[in-house]
């Protein structure tokens, strides 16, 4: 059993920045990828970023890449979201979860814990 805690999201306006957080709980944090989804409204969940257990390899949505940066700090259980260039689509709750071993990467069913949410609203 693992717990996510999703922090970081806001109001912002289109162009600028902001940094999601995402502290673990209750599992050996660095065993496990981890990524994150988003869900605008109307819309199904997609896949933005992840990350390998240890940092090195990252995978980008095309939508977000060159903006976004994915990074994780082991030694303190959290997943970061690092998010410039800010768009009004990239308006949605945001999720951090925790990645399967092995399999895809960028679908939900190749994950199996999930936090709860952070609104990220991007004004134009």
């Known amino acids: 059993q693992v717990q996510l805690v999703e922090s970081g999201g806001g109001l912002v306006q289109a162009g600028g920045s902001l940094r999601l957080s995402c502290a673990a709980s209750g599992r050996t944090f660095s065993s496990y990828p981890m990524g994150w989804f988003r869900q605008a409204p109307g819309k199904e969940r997609e896949f933005v970023a992840t990350i390998s257990s240890g940092g090195a390899r990252t995978y980008y949505a095309d939508s977000v890449k060159g903006r976004f940066t994915i990074s994780r700090d082991n030694a303190k259980n959290a997943l970061y979201l690092q998010m410039n260039s800010l768009k009004p689509e990239d308006t949605a709750v945001y999720y951090c979860?925790?990645?399967?071993?092995?399999?895809?990467?960028?679908?939900?069913?190749?994950?199996?814990?999930w936090g709860q949410g952070t609104q990220v609203t991007v004004s134009s």
């Open positions: 979860a925790v990645r399967r071993v092995g399999g895809n990467y960028y679908t939900e069913d190749d994950y199996e814990y």
